[in-house]
């Protein structure tokens, strides 16, 4: 099943522009998880956000979470040509499972 | 301190043939998780396991597939009588303990790229 649903698909930037990226789920959640893929490799943990937050800072990074909307955004401020990747947010369906689901990811590009 | 170390990198297999995926966790981890990623597409769960146990294999196909993790040794994704559809990149990821809804994160590896002729 796809928990979660990533917006826009891809995003091309220019270098010192903020890119915004929207992730909306389905069910309940304890946590959500933000990845980064660059290509060809494997996935990175970002950050994460739990359900009784509201925002979160890592460097350049800021994460907001609304519950009642089930969705969350990834901001990345002042964007540098290697953050180009992809962006994938993750969750667990609900409270009794170890299953990490993975929405479909947004595509990054940063033009220097 | 390796991460997740997944080999081989890369597979080129003929239709029909078997494919073995490995994977070692990171050092103290002890929770496996594989994952199926098909171009330009997110990752798929397929199945996650501990020592000796596999705890969820929803994801996993019912025919072909299967999956290990052997008290001593890596975990082996283990892909039988491949067809074209199987291309895709594999994950392995690893975790201490299985505690995600608490707040854990995966670490993954470098994933194997299977090419099914």
């Known amino acids: 099943s796809q928990q979660g649903e990533e917006d826009p698909q891809a995003l091309s930037i220019q270098e010192g522009e903020n890119a915004t990226m929207n992730c909306s789920y389905k069910t309940s959640i304890n946590n959500l998880q933000w990845y980064r893929q660059n290509s060809g490799r494997g996935l990175v943990h970002l950050i994460l956000i739990r359900s009784n937050e509201r925002e979160k800072h890592s460097g350049r990074l800021r994460v907001t979470l609304d519950t009642s909307k089930k969705s969350s955004s990834l901001l990345i401020t002042a964007s540098r040509a290697a953050d180009t990747a992809s962006y994938f947010c993750?969750?667990?369906?609900?409270?009794?499972?170890?299953?990490?689901?993975f929405g479909t990811g947004t595509r990054l590009q940063v033009f220097p | 301190n390796a991460g997740v170390m997944q080999n081989p990198r890369h597979l080129v297999r003929r239709r029909g043939q078997e494919a073995r995926l490995r994977c070692s966790p990171m050092?103290?981890?002890?929770?496996v998780y594989w994952y199926r990623q098909l171009p330009e597409e997110g990752l798929k769960f397929m199945v996650y396991l501990q020592k000796e146990n596999i705890i969820d294999e929803s994801g996993m196909p019912k025919e072909r597939f299967s999956a290990e993790f052997p008290k001593e040794g890596p975990s082996i994704l283990r892909i039988q009588q491949v067809v074209r559809g199987d291309s895709a990149a594999y994950f392995c990821?690893?975790?201490?303990?299985?505690?995600?809804?608490?707040?854990?994160?995966?670490?993954f590896g470098e994933g194997s790229r299977l090419t099914v002729l």
């Open positions: 050092k103290g981890h002890s929770h």
């Open positions: 993750a969750t667990i369906e609900g409270y009794n499972t170890d299953k990490l689901i």
């Open positions: 990821a690893s975790s201490p303990n299985g505690l995600l809804a608490s707040g854990g994160e995966l670490f």
